[in-house]
């Protein structure tokens, strides 16, 4: 029989915690195999303190702590945004002839990194096709799993079953 260390214990609360804010089971986070990872980076990018305090919130009502947006977009696009930048865009950056899509917003002071800060990074390997998202529309990763060439030519099927709230 093997002890439980205060690590362990601080990693089933992280997961616990992200299966409440970003609405999958605890059994889909353990299974993206990304749970150390996200919860080592939290720990190193924001600190032991500022995870626990956003852990310790109600989660029906974090959603405006920077910190938890920053834990639910590495859950489900597999970044690190820094807890500035997780609920802002740059829309004039990306809405210029030519340009498409969202960018991370630029910090006021610099772009990413000139003022001392880490910009946005892809946490593992892994992370870009464990993320949450592809689960969420019914998709797969372009290219990167299953079922592979040319699964992108037709739109998603979402599976038709009712889930029922697992505590």
């Given at each position: 029989?093997?002890?439980?260390?205060s690590?362990?214990?601080?990693?089933r609360?992280?997961?616990?915690f992200?299966?409440?804010v970003?609405?999958?089971?605890e059994f889909d986070?353990?299974g993206t195999?990304q749970?150390e990872?996200?919860?080592?980076?939290a720990l190193?990018?924001?600190?032991?303190?500022?995870?626990?305090?956003?852990?310790?919130?109600?989660?029906?009502?974090v959603?405006?702590?920077?910190?938890?947006?920053?834990?639910i977009?590495?859950w489900?696009?597999?970044?690190?945004?820094?807890?500035?930048?997780?609920g802002?865009?740059?829309?004039?950056?990306?809405t210029?002839?030519?340009?498409?899509g969202?960018?991370?917003?630029?910090?006021?002071?610099?772009?990413?990194?000139?003022?001392g800060?880490?910009?946005?990074?892809?946490?593992?390997?892994?992370?870009?096709?464990?993320?949450?998202l592809?689960r969420?529309?019914?998709?797969h990763p372009s290219?990167a799993?299953?079922?592979?060439?040319?699964?992108?030519?037709?739109?998603?099927?979402?599976?038709?079953?009712?889930e029922?709230?697992v505590?």
């Open positions: 029989m093997t002890q439980e260390t690590a362990d214990t601080e990693l609360d992280f997961v616990r992200s299966a409440a970003t609405g999958f089971s986070l353990w195999g749970a990872a996200y919860h080592r980076t190193e990018q924001v600190g032991p303190e500022a995870v626990r305090a956003a852990m310790a919130a109600d989660p029906s009502a959603h405006a702590d920077p910190v938890v947006k920053s834990i977009k590495l489900y696009v597999g970044v690190w945004y820094r807890p500035e930048q997780a802002r865009l740059d829309v004039a950056a990306w210029a002839p030519g340009r498409s969202a960018k991370p917003a630029v910090p006021e002071g610099g772009r990413d990194g000139e003022d800060s880490s910009p946005p990074f892809v946490v593992s390997p892994d992370a870009y096709t464990e993320g949450l592809w969420a529309i019914g998709a290219g799993k299953a079922p592979g060439y040319g699964s992108w030519a037709t739109p998603p099927a979402f599976e038709d079953h009712h029922e709230e505590r």
